[in-house]
């Protein structure tokens, strides 16, 4: 089975914090992607990464930055965190032209 | 650029009723379709997913026909069950693999 792995489920940090999350998939794909999830906007992507140290955003990257080293991890940043990005944070990963895999979601809170 | 477009929800259906929930994109070209279900407290799996026009995915007992001519792509099911209660999202790929989500529709099923 496709494994995609976000390091935590929930997260508490302080405005203004550094914040790091983490995202590792087992199964060699090229892609990998970072989504917010808030009620009533459906998901919206940040960023995206199509190969190693590749990345192109997406529709909200403001607040945000992403690193990809390596193929299988994809790390999304919140270079100062705000209230205003509390939300739920989705990691996914998928070959190119097919179905994306997520992993089970990280809820950040910033207080 | 794409956009996807879901009916509102929630939909509240009685267990055994038949399901559809609408989906209608806009996109460059002709992107491959998906639906994703999301359980409570979990990520988003992969329900169905169709590549090319007049293709049906199918899975679960939900069906989706990918409709190129009025751009479509409506979830249905012939008897819904409790257990199908979930967050269902129509999700069209565009360059990249980008998937580009609705704002997900709530199903709730009653006994």
């Known amino acids: 089975d496709v494994k995609v792995t976000q390091s935590s489920r929930y997260l508490v940090k302080r405005t203004g914090e550094k914040v790091f999350l983490e995202c590792v998939q087992d199964?060699?794909?090229?892609?990998m992607f970072w989504y917010r999830q808030d009620p009533g906007l459906g998901l919206r992507l940040i960023y995206f990464?199509?190969?190693?140290?590749?990345?192109e955003k997406g529709d909200i990257p403001e607040g945000y930055s992403v690193s990809r080293e390596k193929k299988e991890r994809f790390s999304l940043i919140l270079e100062s965190a705000s209230t205003n990005q509390t939300s739920m944070y989705l990691c996914?990963?998928?070959?190119?032209?097919?179905?994306?895999?997520f992993g089970q979601g990280t809820r950040l809170t910033v207080v | 650029g794409n956009s996807v477009t879901q009916m509102e929800g929630p939909v509240t259906l009685s267990e055994e009723a038949f399901l559809t929930i609408n989906c209608t994109y806009t996109a460059t070209g002709y992107p491959s379709l998906f639906w994703y279900v999301q359980y409570p407290g979990e990520g988003l799996q992969l329900l169905l997913k169709?590549?090319?026009?007049?293709d049906k995915g199918s899975n679960k007992g939900f069906e989706a026909t990918y409709r190129k001519e009025t751009t479509s792509f409506h979830l249905e099911k012939g008897s819904v069950q409790v257990s199908d209660s979930a967050v269902y999202f129509c999700?069209?790929?565009?360059?990249?693999?980008?998937?580009?989500f609705g704002s997900g529709t709530k199903l709730n099923v009653k006994p």
């Open positions: 199964m060699d794909h090229e892609n």
């Open positions: 996914a990963s998928s070959r190119p032209n097919r179905e994306a895999f």
């Open positions: 999700a069209p790929a565009g360059n990249f693999n980008k998937f580009y």
């Open positions: 990464s199509y190969d190693v140290k590749m990345k």
């Open positions: 169709a590549t090319k026009a007049d």
